[in-house]
Protein backbone atom coordinates (compact mmCIF):
# COMPACT_ATOMS: atom_id res chain seq x y z
CA UNK A 1 0.00 0.00 0.00
CA UNK A 2 2.57 2.21 0.89
CA UNK A 3 4.45 1.71 -2.58
CA UNK A 4 1.39 2.57 -4.37
CA UNK A 5 0.92 6.13 -2.18
CA UNK A 6 4.15 6.87 -3.21
CA UNK A 7 3.87 6.19 -6.74
CA UNK A 8 1.03 8.44 -6.77
CA UNK A 9 2.18 11.31 -5.00
CA UNK A 10 5.75 11.18 -7.56
CA UNK A 11 3.26 11.65 -10.29
CA UNK A 12 1.22 14.33 -8.79
CA UNK A 13 4.60 15.86 -8.56
CA UNK A 14 5.62 15.32 -11.51
CA UNK A 15 2.50 16.52 -13.18
CA UNK A 16 2.28 19.70 -11.53
CA UNK A 17 5.45 20.27 -13.93
CA UNK A 18 3.50 20.02 -17.03
CA UNK A 19 1.96 23.13 -18.49
CA UNK A 20 -1.20 23.67 -20.23
CA UNK A 21 -1.67 25.34 -23.84
CA UNK A 22 -0.18 28.47 -23.89
CA UNK A 23 -2.00 31.63 -25.35
CA UNK A 24 0.96 33.75 -24.77
CA UNK A 25 2.94 35.85 -27.42
CA UNK A 26 5.61 33.63 -26.59
CA UNK A 27 4.22 30.70 -27.44
CA UNK A 28 3.23 31.85 -31.13
CA UNK A 29 7.10 32.72 -31.82
CA UNK A 30 8.25 30.76 -34.88
CA UNK A 31 11.15 28.11 -34.16
CA UNK A 32 13.62 26.74 -36.87
CA UNK A 33 13.40 23.68 -38.57
CA UNK A 34 15.18 21.98 -42.32
CA UNK A 35 13.75 25.11 -44.50
CA UNK A 36 14.29 28.34 -42.48
CA UNK A 37 16.64 29.25 -39.42
CA UNK A 38 15.27 31.64 -36.86
CA UNK A 39 18.23 33.50 -35.18
CA UNK A 40 16.72 35.55 -31.71
CA UNK A 41 18.45 38.89 -31.15
CA UNK A 42 19.42 39.89 -27.35
CA UNK A 43 17.87 43.52 -26.89
CA UNK A 44 21.76 45.38 -27.31
CA UNK A 45 21.86 43.68 -30.84
CA UNK A 46 18.32 44.33 -32.00
CA UNK A 47 18.51 47.41 -34.99
CA UNK A 48 14.95 47.72 -35.04
CA UNK A 49 11.46 46.33 -33.10
CA UNK A 50 11.92 42.84 -34.13
CA UNK A 51 13.09 40.10 -31.56
CA UNK A 52 14.12 38.00 -34.54
CA UNK A 53 15.09 37.55 -37.77
CA UNK A 54 14.00 34.21 -40.21
CA UNK A 55 16.89 33.36 -42.80
CA UNK A 56 16.31 30.18 -45.43
CA UNK A 57 18.61 27.09 -45.65
CA UNK A 58 19.62 26.12 -48.69
CA UNK A 59 20.57 22.59 -49.28
Same mark, same amino acid.
Given at each position: ??????? &??? =? &?? %? *? @? =? *??? +? =????? =? @?? +??? /????? %?? #? #?? +???????????? %? +? %?? /?
Amino acid at each position: MRKIILI &LGG =C &LL %V *S @A =C *STG +P =CGSKG =C @AR +PSS /DAQRL %VI #W #WS +PELRSNAEDHTV %V +P %VH /D
